[in-house]
């Protein structure tokens, strides 16, 4: 039994990085280089149009990883967007889960974000049209008892705890002193985090980012032969093959994603070690960002397999047949995990579907019910938005989840490849 669950855990963390991870990197990547070139112009954009706001926090939030819908949070404390795209972003956030299954299950990726995205936008018009906002909640509870209320307070050192965070934004200090105006200034504070002092740990870590892109590109080119050839078992081997590749790549991309989330990242910054005021051009701060950012999928992915696959070697269990038992009470489950802030308990359902373990209907459920990282930012700046903000997001996931799976059935399987 201990060499059947030393082999899971060494093939989990070969295959978690060529299967799931160097995929994440090109798509962080492309997304970090777009994300860096609009910089600030949305903003502006949102407040001279403001009938567009739902439709685009909910494209905002359908970016794959937390960075677009973190970037609106703020925006509704300050007034610039209004409570309704705030719970539009929300639903239509994608998180880290939306790598996993764009790598393992790309077409149920598609239906069950794009089935979120319109849910995103129906659902965040009818707030505002409705008027189901904050201050709505608030008359209604004041004529019960006398509240104490956060009232929307802003702060200019709000932290985001946990998961994954917006690399990219430079010092709060340098920015404000060009532009003190930019809504985004007083979040530079809680999406970048204290780099620690040590030229040595700085340079190995220098280092290890450049290994990890090694090993990143590598494993790109054995994770498309891969799906070339079928995706069929590969040996463990080292040996200068398609498999031994395979092997170097995935274990070393791994090892080295472990030691840049729990190491590294303190001391090169996030990639904000004066590398240049326009950060959003800089060829050093995307590849930065993108290996964090990749690092972070890639501890939550070994998780998530470990997860799955001890419990189902342990105790010979046969996930699948549960789901199928549990009929409407598997999209109810998916719904209610996304209530959980956060990305790492979303990573570990989209992967279990990704094994064939839960239905279409639990994965859409939490596509939409889920927040992701972006949930922290505003319940650091406004609790009772935040709780009221993730009760609305799980509504449509209820409704919508519950409806696919009595209207098509459980659909186990569907899109993974």
Not at 170 to 193: G, K, L, M, S, Y
Not at 267 to 278: K, L, Q, S, T
Not at 354 to 382: C, K, V, W, Y
Request: aromatic share 10%; charged share 15%.
């Amino acid at each position: 039994m201990l060499d059947e669950l030393l082999e899971i855990f060494v093939f989990s963390v070969r295959d978690g990085f060529v299967q799931v991870s160097a995929f994440v990197a090109v798509t962080v990547l492309l997304f970090s280089y777009v994300q860096y070139r609009t910089d600030g112009r949305l903003v502006r954009e949102l407040r001279e149009h403001e009938r567009a706001q739902p439709l685009v926090g909910a494209l905002m939030g359908l970016t794959p990883g937390c960075g677009g819908a973190i970037v609106m949070m703020p925006l509704y404390v300050r007034g610039t967007v209004s409570f309704g795209t705030v719970v539009a972003t929300l639903i239509a956030t994608a998180g880290d889960s939306a790598f996993v299954i764009l790598a393992l299950a790309p077409e149920a990726g598609l239906y069950a974000y794009g089935i979120a995205f319109v849910s995103a936008v129906l659902f965040g018009y009818a707030v505002d049209t409705v008027g189901l906002g904050v201050g709505r909640i608030d008359r209604a509870v004041d004529r019960i008892q006398t509240t104490m209320t956060d009232g929307g307070a802003t702060t200019n050192a709000v932290h985001a705890p946990g998961g994954s965070h917006v690399h990219h934004y430079e010092d709060a200090t340098a920015q404000a002193a060009r532009d003190p105006e930019d809504p985004i200034v007083e979040d530079a504070a809680c999406a970048a985090e204290p780099t620690r002092d040590s030229p040595l740990l700085r340079r190995v870590t220098e280092g290890a980012l450049a290994l990890w892109w090694v090993a990143a590109a590598g494993g790109l080119v054995a994770g498309v032969l891969y799906l070339a050839r079928g995706a069929p078992d590969v040996a463990m081997v080292v040996a200068p093959s398609f498999a031994g590749a395979f092997t170097v790549f995935g274990i070393v991309g791994t090892v080295v994603s472990f030691y840049l989330y729990f190491v590294g990242r303190h001391y090169v910054g996030h990639g904000r070690i004066g590398r240049g005021e326009n950060t959003f051009a800089n060829v050093y701060e995307t590849l930065t960002h993108a290996a964090m950012e990749t690092s972070f999928v890639t501890v939550w992915v070994l998780a998530a397999y470990l997860a799955y696959e001890y419990p189902v070697a342990l105790f010979n269990l046969d996930i699948a047949a549960i789901a199928a038992a549990a009929g409407l009470l598997a999209p109810v489950a998916g719904a209610a995990l996304g209530l959980i802030p956060g990305c790492g308990p979303q990573i570990v359902l989209a992967t279990a579907y990704a094994e064939g373990a839960i239905p279409f209907s639990a994965l859409t459920a939490n596509a939409i019910s889920q927040d992701g990282d972006a949930l922290f930012p505003l319940i650091a700046i406004d609790k009772k938005a935040a709780v009221i903000a993730s009760i609305y997001t799980t509504i449509p996931a209820l409704v919508v989840g519950v409806g696919l799976h009595a209207v098509l059935g459980p659909m186990f399987g569907f899109g993974v490849l």
